[in-house]
């Protein structure tokens, strides 16, 4: 490692839970997720083997947990073979520093998330005044400065192509983020959607307390392009995916994630954009 990887001086532990929180649903036999706090991340691969991946690195001062729901999966000082992240809010790299340490595992993400990666530029503010409940309201306190990888992190393949994940391509899908990327595996058409939608409605306390599953767009307190969001939503909703794995909420599958996925597509502007907000420029829907 030439050079410290740092956090933003603003990271810190964020005080927020759900009843999901620590619990691990195997979605398919090589696919888990595992819920920290409010957020899942993803371990991709055959338990039986030591082959896998972890999508997305949880919540800050996460590192502990991560490591043990990994060794419960896999065995005792098992380790990824990398880290793949969605995207760099502070709720999926939060451990992603001392799990690097940890495992000493190469780090990729997509090209338009490097700065958030490097030290270079912060995230837009997070939008407290944005429609919606507690948990948008609690948004300022959310780390949104830069973290530091160095030289650990590297950009995705260009041709799609996922380090370590065979079969899975990165689809980029931004709106959230500038650099979303979600990740499709054609054979049996899983899908890890990142945040480009979610399976709660983020913004509100309850529902994320309860995890009441319903389809929603990216959580709206830090998603800035509303018209690219709704791209990406289209484009994977046109995948027709079997099972999709979300950043926040519980995996959903089959018919009921087909009709919700459509009713997303038809009715967005409805459904995940917020009335109000500063992101939000009605003109334009």
Same mark, same amino acid.
């Given at each position: 490692?030439?050079?410290?990887?740092?956090?933003?001086?603003?990271?810190?532990?964020?005080?927020?839970?759900?009843?999901?929180?620590?619990?691990?649903?195997?979605?398919?036999?090589?696919?888990?997720?595992?819920?920290?706090?409010?957020?899942? #991340?993803? &371990?991709?691969? +055959?338990?039986? @083997?030591?082959?896998?991946?972890?999508?997305?690195?949880? =919540? *800050?001062?996460?590192?502990?947990?991560?490591?043990?729901?990994?060794?419960?999966?896999?065995?005792?000082?098992?380790?990824?073979?990398?880290?793949?992240?969605?995207?760099?809010?502070?709720?999926?790299?939060?451990?992603?520093?001392?799990?690097?340490?940890?495992?000493?595992?190469?780090?990729?993400?997509?090209?338009?998330?490097?700065?958030?990666?490097?030290?270079?530029?912060?995230?837009?503010?997070?939008?407290?005044?944005?429609?919606?409940?507690?948990?948008?309201?609690?948004?300022?306190?959310?780390?949104?400065?830069? #973290?530091? &990888?160095?030289? +650990?992190?590297? @950009?995705?393949?260009?041709?799609?192509?996922?380090?370590? =994940? *065979?079969?899975?391509?990165?689809?980029?899908?931004?709106?959230?983020?500038?650099?979303?990327?979600?990740?499709?595996?054609?054979?049996?058409?899983?899908?890890?959607?990142?945040?480009?939608?979610?399976?709660?409605?983020?913004?509100?306390?309850?529902?994320?307390?309860?995890?009441?599953?319903?389809?929603?767009?990216?959580?709206?307190?830090?998603?800035?392009?509303?018209?690219?969001?709704?791209?990406?939503?289209?484009?994977?909703?046109?995948?027709?995916?079997?099972?999709?794995?979300?950043?926040?909420?519980?995996?959903?599958?089959?018919?009921?994630?087909?009709?919700?996925?459509?009713?997303?597509?038809?009715?967005?502007?409805?459904?995940?954009?917020?009335?109000?907000?500063?992101?939000?420029?009605?003109?334009?829907?």
């Amino acid at each position: 490692m030439d050079k410290q990887m740092n956090y933003g001086s603003d990271y810190k532990f964020i005080p927020a839970t759900s009843i999901g929180s620590g619990m691990g649903i195997e979605v398919l036999p090589d696919l888990y997720c595992y819920t920290i706090q409010i957020v899942n #991340i993803c &371990l991709v691969g +055959n338990p039986e @083997t030591d082959d896998f991946v972890l999508v997305d690195a949880g =919540m *800050p001062e996460s590192a502990a947990e991560i490591i043990s729901a990994t060794e419960e999966r896999f065995g005792e000082n098992s380790h990824p073979k990398a880290i793949i992240l969605t995207h760099g809010h502070f709720d999926h790299v939060g451990a992603v520093i001392e799990l690097v340490k940890q495992w000493g595992v190469p780090v990729y993400a997509h090209q338009l998330e490097m700065p958030f990666l490097t030290g270079q530029k912060s995230y837009p503010d997070p939008d407290p005044t944005v429609e919606g409940g507690m948990v948008a309201k609690m948004s300022p306190i959310f780390p949104n400065e830069p #973290i530091d &990888l160095g030289n +650990n992190v590297q @950009t995705l393949p260009d041709d799609g192509t996922v380090p370590h =994940m *065979p079969g899975f391509k990165w689809i980029h899908t931004p709106g959230h983020s500038p650099g979303h990327v979600s990740l499709f595996r054609e054979k049996d058409r899983a899908l890890i959607a990142g945040d480009a939608f979610v399976t709660v409605k983020q913004e509100y306390l309850y529902k994320v307390l309860t995890q009441e599953q319903e389809i929603s767009g990216p959580p709206r307190y830090l998603t800035t392009d509303w018209e690219t969001a709704k791209e990406s939503v289209n484009k994977l909703e046109a995948l027709r995916p079997s099972v999709a794995v979300t950043g926040h909420g519980l995996p959903m599958s089959g018919e009921l994630l087909t009709s919700s996925l459509k009713k997303l597509v038809n009715e967005f502007d409805q459904i995940a954009v917020p009335d109000y907000g500063k992101y939000v420029d009605k003109n334009t829907h």
